[in-house]
DNA sequence: ACGGTAGTGGTTACCGCTAACACGATCCGG
DNA sequence: CCGGATCGTGTTAGCGGTAACCACTACCGT
């Protein structure tokens, strides 16, 4: 089409001799048009759109130390739970002009560490990071940057900055309140690995709690830790079965563990809640659609996204300051499966 | 601890000063190591953890004109089958240091545009697009830019570089025929809206060229277009069997329509395939969980994120050039539904 | 008619880092 | 023992923008 070989950059100055201006004036047309007579700036956009130009933000940002990038750490990309939040977190930044970097932490505080590092190196405005256990080197790293910090993984008692999300133990202990008040009195409790995060751990102190409330007592034998995946909600079934502790309910507080039970209680043709009563923690939507359907906490992840982004712009553009957890709610959602 | 306001970003003139060389030889040592003497490397290192110093990316880039960000592109976060792919192109990227942008189109080729012209802003390195589809205007933008671009949603005719994909028609065909073959003879075919992506076309292109090769008439009471989602998917099973095209089989060519289906039979207690036999697309675990099993496409979903990050990486650095389709295998899991 | 004052646009000096080159020291073969 | 390669480090000049400041032009009321 044009002559110009591919990969020479347009710059501001290309713009500016088009339009016969400063470049200074050219950068003002763009970022704040009110500040340029109507006429310039007519002859700037038109000259933008002539030569093609795309305004270099490394340099902008360089120049003005600030940036328009959020880096955002979760554990893991392939989990739909987190996908959702994601997404929210995604839809709030581009509204406001914002870009999104993700890294994964593989529920590693290490992998953690390197991913906050090279955000950092990226000079991002803001972090939103899933995990809420850091090395104190992250946290070090984050404190001299000196930028905006949500956690959003579950309501913590020692906040980097500001936190975002529901409370694990809560919603834990309200779900086997729920289990307890169907008169079910030996409920199985299966999470995901409790040395991986903290999450785990205060869902399991929730359970815990609503027994001790309860006057009912902790049976080890009604708890197991387990991997994610379908499989071992499978595999959680057998054993809390075989364990002895003969559980009336089972109540899976981690991924699609549920899921895979429920599943297979259906190969085998038993009934749910006559053989075992299921109860889940994810709002999956299939969760909805299993016979029986299955009762489950629907949880808040995509306003945890849409928040998280909006309390670290409010920070970000100065319309906010200081310290803030933002506690959203969950709800049961009592269904067939008990 | 340290008497640094917050905010005070350490540069990379404060580690000279403390080890006592140029900054240039910081540089280096960094960059370079093997370019500099090991007895000022230990200074330069030992430095730069004194002074927690993080590398300023930006200041780095524009000044070497090199950037170590992806961008990408794709139709919807909140989807697990991208999900995989997303993960696949982080495993990568991160293991050779760079970093991961993500924006989501919402399945349209303006949204499409702003992403890429915000990626171009940033002066990523590389574009990872899931969509084949784009205005030609971010077809110019990219072409300006001259930089690598991995399209990954289907193989496509006119490539604006490269291509890792599968043949979205040649899976849908394989299903096509191994129903044929199954000795189904009115096989219902369900889509996505063919209208959004270019991906659902080639699928029931496909479709119809393996009905053809069989001899088959194409009966438009068979065929269906249905929005994403499990409740759309017991839309279409009710919707086709009531249009009067009589189906002994469906095909669900999208996302997750097929487990609705199935867990809908299921809660009907028909028997599959007795009433109807059903298959899906996608790899997503569940479908092997279902009651029956249910037969599928096993698709590459996160080679295509692990390949496009390599092809793009080995342009990048230099280890390869011009224009490269890699066609990824597919593989028909045959299980109980069918 | 004058200083005051918006309102516009240009000039200068960086932002933090790196390419390219310059420079002195050491090393080498002939 | 000298000329040229080699090594290690410093100097200079940007990369492409923007902040801060300055200069100029209306236009104002008194």
């Not at 007579?37 to 360089?62: I, M, T």
């Not at 593989?106 to 995990?131: K, M, N, P, S, T």
């Not at 049976?219 to 387990?226: Q, T, W, Y």
């Not at 553009?317 to 969950?330: I, K, M, N």
């Amino acid at each position: 089409m044009d002559g110009d070989p591919p990969g020479a950059a347009v710059r501001m100055r290309d713009v500016a001799r088009v339009a016969e201006v400063s470049t200074m004036t050219v950068s003002r047309a763009l970022k704040h048009p009110e500040r340029v007579s109507p006429e310039v700036r007519a002859r700037v956009e038109q000259a933008v759109r002539e030569v093609g130009y795309v305004p270099n933000r490394l340099a902008g940002s360089l120049s003005s130390s600030r940036s328009n990038v959020i880096g955002l750490v979760v554990p893991s990309i392939d989990n739909s739970l987190f996908a959702s939040t994601i997404q929210g977190i995604s839809d709030v930044l581009r509204r406001h002009g914002h870009e999104l970097m993700i890294a994964s932490s593989g529920y590693g505080a290490e992998a953690e560490e390197a991913a906050i590092r090279a955000f950092l190196g990226q000079r991002v405005a803001g972090l939103i990071l899933h995990d809420t256990t850091h090395t104190p080197e992250a946290v070090a790293m984050i404190r001299r940057a000196g930028i905006p910090v949500v956690e959003n993984g579950t309501l913590t008692r020692q906040p980097l900055d500001m936190v975002v999300s529901y409370s694990n133990h809560d919603a834990a202990m309200a779900m086997t309140r729920h289990l307890l008040r169907l008169r079910y009195r030996r409920i199985g409790f299966v999470t995901l690995p409790l040395a991986a995060n903290g999450r785990s751990r205060d869902r399991r102190r929730g359970y815990a709690a609503a027994l001790e409330e309860a006057g009912l007592p902790f049976d080890p034998r009604l708890v197991l830790e387990v991997p994610p995946g379908l499989a071992a909600g499978v595999e959680a079934l057998d054993r809390l079965l075989a364990a002895g502790g003969d559980p009336d309910a089972i109540f899976f507080a981690g991924d699609v563990l549920a899921i895979g039970a429920a599943l297979e209680c259906t190969r085998r043709g038993w009934p749910v809640p006559g053989r075992v009563a299921i109860a889940a923690f994810d709002n999956i939507d299939l969760l909805g659609h299993l016979v029986p359907p299955v009762t489950t906490l629907r949880l808040p992840r995509h306003e945890i996204g849409r928040r998280s982004a909006e309390v670290l712009l409010d920070r970000i553009e100065g319309r906010a300051a200081g310290p803030l957890t933002v506690d959203l709610r969950f709800e049961i959602i009592h269904r067939g499966s008990t």
